[in-house]
């Protein structure tokens, strides 16, 4: 085989600089740290400053916001934000965090440059002009994009960017709730699905910096501030009640996000279209309900209060207008976050359980009502992202709840059980298991998955003719340790078949037989070749199918080499490890 086509399949750009993680030393670990306070200082100077604005903004609307204004704000709103992510800064529609994961698990932390603005400016203008979602969604995308692209100036290895990525997540988060546990936790559970000291200390930075920064502009104080609740063991027992509740409307929120999402697909080919017509609908439901629109904080903090002047039947109309608001919002692509209406939806949940309580055993006596949509809170957030941890300390931070520490608990759990057992994706990760693209780093599908063919080949083999002797065949054998042999097609490089020594040992040891037989007679013609861009995992299957220990690999119908079964598991190790830092 000539010398370049042994270059030519050497392991791939991507699969050797993941491997240059093992060679690195752990001072470099030091560099990241500082990378990472700088990360969070920036992310969180991005959420603090995105959401003064929307709220100045939307505020400042709010004497336009009747009649027809009224109706068509959000539809406007929506538009340009769409318009300004999609043609503006070429970036994919939607709240942004799927392809946040996405680069996580394919891309290997790289994000564009201009992702750094795209949401941040479509999310001003959409959630200012009364889009019922949130600004997480979109801070979450602006933060990774700067951890990314600090990772990308500094040449860190993949891995490292991933971390910088979810720094800058954290950072985002931490800052615009001022919550450094929350922002911590849901960077490592919803992003990058890995616990270690590697992950943990660097995301611990970039929340702290991002919530002292929050602090210092905004000052320190709980973003939902009540009195002291107690709850005790009826009141624990209802919880039980009212988390499985909280799953099924989360089931219900997710659900009807995606069929919003698959009827503006089938509106229209133009992603403005649906997006004006819903926009408009949302706009309608903000005349009949003016609190089912925007992010809706007032809303959920008159819940923690027990000062929603409603009556139990129009909690329930203000319940499912904020749902279906919200999942025409998001469903349609316009940029915003899921953490707000989570939140909202959780607090009227647990608000109207309380009162539909009060309603049915009224000489009874209950726990506050705010407790109940505090927890409320953490069961939507819980069962919406499938992340329990998330809910339950971005409840607590958000509202200082650490006397409902139990009912927390209670409630997002069973939210989370009720959730995965109609879905086994979050909201987050739905579209991107769909496609297949749910690749966490350190596991099997997602190891077998980033190596192909060629970059595991051994290319250094002796394939012979098919009209060779065997007599020839034996000089081959004694200069090699081989026991399989390629065989090509005469004076050509088309794969024939293999020669498995084993299996033919007693026509090869036989003195009259080995000079009247060519190797084309005793060849096998099976193992097929697989192409040399398969993956190892479909490589695997082929393995298993087959029960064979060694494949052989062409390329538009020439042999290049092969692959066997040891190399395969010797790369495997080796990348294993640069995934996991081991």
């Not at 979109?138 to 100036?153: N, R």
């Amino acid at each position: 085989m000539a010398a370049e086509d042994k270059r030519s399949f050497l392991p791939s750009g991507a699969l050797v600089r993941r491997l240059q993680v093992l060679g690195q030393p752990e001072e470099h670990w030091g560099r990241l740290l500082v990378m990472a306070l700088v990360v969070g200082l920036a992310s969180g100077a991005a959420a603090v400053l995105l959401r003064r604005l929307v709220h100045l903004a939307f505020h400042g609307l709010a004497p336009y916001r009747h009649g027809a204004v009224a109706l068509l704000l959000p539809a406007l709103g929506g538009l340009l934000g769409v318009l300004i992510v999609a043609r503006v800064f070429r970036e994919p529609a939607g709240h942004g965090v799927p392809e946040v994961i996405r680069a996580v698990c394919r891309g290997g932390g790289g994000m564009r440059k201009r992702a750094m603005f795209s949401r941040w400016l479509g999310s001003l203008v959409n959630v200012a002009s009364g889009a019922s979602a949130g600004l997480e969604g979109p801070t979450v995308y602006t933060g990774a994009a700067i951890g990314s692209t600090l990772g990308g100036w500094f040449g860190v290895d993949e891995r490292r960017r991933s971390v910088l990525l979810a720094a800058g997540v954290a950072g985002g988060i931490s800052g615009i709730f001022n919550a450094p546990m929350t922002g911590m936790i849901f960077a490592i559970e919803v992003v990058l699905a890995e616990w270690s000291a590697h992950t943990i200390v660097p995301l611990a930075i970039a929340s702290v910096a991002g919530t002292e920064l929050s602090r210092l502009l905004l000052g320190d104080r709980a973003s939902f501030l009540h009195a002291p609740f107690e709850m005790g063991p009826r009141d624990l027992a209802l919880c039980a009640v009212l988390g499985l509740l909280a799953g099924l409307v989360s089931v219900l929120f997710v659900k009807s996000t995606h069929l919003v999402h698959g009827l503006s697909d089938r509106l229209s080919k133009n992603r403005l279209v649906p997006v004006v017509l819903l926009g408009l609908v949302v706009g309608g439901i903000g005349l009949v309900s003016p609190d089912a629109i925007g992010e809706g904080y007032d809303v959920a903090s008159a819940a923690i209060d027990d000062q929603l002047e409603l009556s139990l039947g129009l909690c329930v109309v203000l319940l499912f207008g904020k749902l279906l608001a919200s999942s025409l919002t998001l469903g349609s692509g316009t940029p915003g976050g899921i953490f707000a209406p989570s939140l909202v939806l959780g607090s009227l949940l647990g608000d109207t359980f309380a009162r539909g309580l009060r309603a049915a055993f009224p000489g009874e006596q209950f726990a506050h009502p705010g407790s109940y949509a505090l927890v409320g809170m953490a069961g939507l957030v819980a069962g919406v992202m499938q992340a329990p941890l998330t809910g339950i300390f971005l409840v607590l931070e958000v509202t200082r709840g650490y006397d409902v520490i139990l009912p927390l608990m209670t409630v997002s759990v069973l939210a989370l059980l009720v959730a995965r057992r109609f879905d086994r994706y979050s909201i987050y990760n739905w579209e991107l298991a769909r496609r297949g693209e749910l690749l966490r780093p350190g596991t099997d599908q997602r190891i077998l998955t980033d190596i192909r063919v060629r970059d595991v080949l051994d290319a250094e083999v002796t394939p012979v003719s098919e009209d060779m002797p065997l007599e020839g065949f034996l000089r081959v054998l004694k200069l090699s340790r081989r026991n399989n042999f390629p065989v090509l097609r005469a004076g050509s490089e088309q794969y024939a078949g293999m020669v498995d020594v084993a299996a033919t040992r007693e026509v090869l040891l036989d003195p009259e037989l080995v000079h009247v037989t060519l190797v084309g007679m005793i060849m096998s013609p099976t193992p097929q070749p697989v192409d040399a861009d398969t993956t190892l995992s479909e490589a695997m299957e082929i393995f298993e199918r087959d029960r064979v220990w060694v494949l052989p690999v062409t390329r538009q119908g020439r042999f290049v080499g092969l692959v066997s079964k040891s190399s395969l598991f010797d790369h495997y190790r080796r990348e294993l490890n640069a995934q996991t830092g081991a």
